[in-house]
C-alpha cells in the first residue's frame, strides 16, 4: 500500500511543476507581448540587440521619439487609425524605457545619469504633446492625452527617483 501512495504522491508533485512550468512560461509570453505592444519588428530586434539596460533606454527613447512625429503628424491629419497605433508604440516605447531604468537599479548601478536622460525626454515630450493637445481636432485629443498621462506619470516618478537621490 506505502509504494502505491507514495508513487501518487510523486505523480501529483510532478504534475503541479509540470503546470507551474508550463504557467510561468505563459506569463513571460504574455508579459512579452504586452511589452512590445505597438512595436515594429525592427524596433524589437534592436531591443534585442541592446547589450544591457542603458542601451535599452536609449533605445526605447529613441522609438518614443519617433512615435511622437508620428502622433504629431498624423494627428494633424485627422488619421486617427494611423495616431491610435503611433500613440500606442509611444506608450510601449516609454513604459519600455522606465523598466530599463528599473533594471538598471536592479543591477545595483547608479542611477542618476539614466533617470537624467529619461527626465530630459519625457520633459520635451511632454510640451509637444500638451502643444498638439491645442492644435489637433477633438476627436483627437484622447488619444494625445492618454500617451501625456503615460508621459507625464514617467516624468513624475523619475523627478521622485531624483529627488532621493539628491537627498542621499
Do not use: C
Not at 57 to 79: C, M, N, Q, T
Not at 113 to 133: E, G, H, I, V, W
Request: overall charge neutral; aromatic content about 6%; cysteine-free.
Amino acid at each position: 500500500m506505502r509504494p502505491v501512495f507514495f508513487f501518487e504522491v510523486i505523480l501529483i508533485l510532478a504534475g503541479f511543476l509540470v503546470f507551474h512550468h508550463w504557467n510561468d512560461n505563459a506569463q513571460l509570453l504574455a508579459q512579452s507581448s504586452e511589452a512590445s505592444e505597438g512595436l515594429t519588428g525592427e524596433e524589437k530586434e534592436a531591443l534585442q540587440k541592446a547589450k544591457d539596460p542603458e542601451e535599452q533606454l536609449k533605445v526605447y527613447l529613441e522609438i518614443a521619439g519617433e512615435r511622437l512625429k508620428a502622433i504629431l503628424s498624423l494627428s494633424r491629419k485627422g488619421d486617427a487609425e494611423g495616431t491610435e497605433k503611433a500613440v500606442t508604440g509611444y506608450r510601449t516605447a516609454v513604459s519600455g524605457a522606465e523598466d530599463s531604468v528599473a533594471k538598471v537599479q536592479a543591477a545595483g548601478k547608479n542611477t542618476k545619469k539614466a533617470l537624467m536622460s529619461l527626465l530630459k525626454a519625457t520633459k520635451k515630450f511632454n510640451f509637444s504633446l500638451l502643444q498638439a493637445l491645442e492644435k489637433v481636432p477633438e476627436d483627437m485629443r484622447q488619444q494625445i492625452q492618454s500617451a501625456y498621462e503615460v508621459s507625464l506619470r514617467v516624468q513624475d516618478s523619475v523627478s521622485i527617483q531624483l529627488e532621493k537621490i539628491e537627498k542621499k
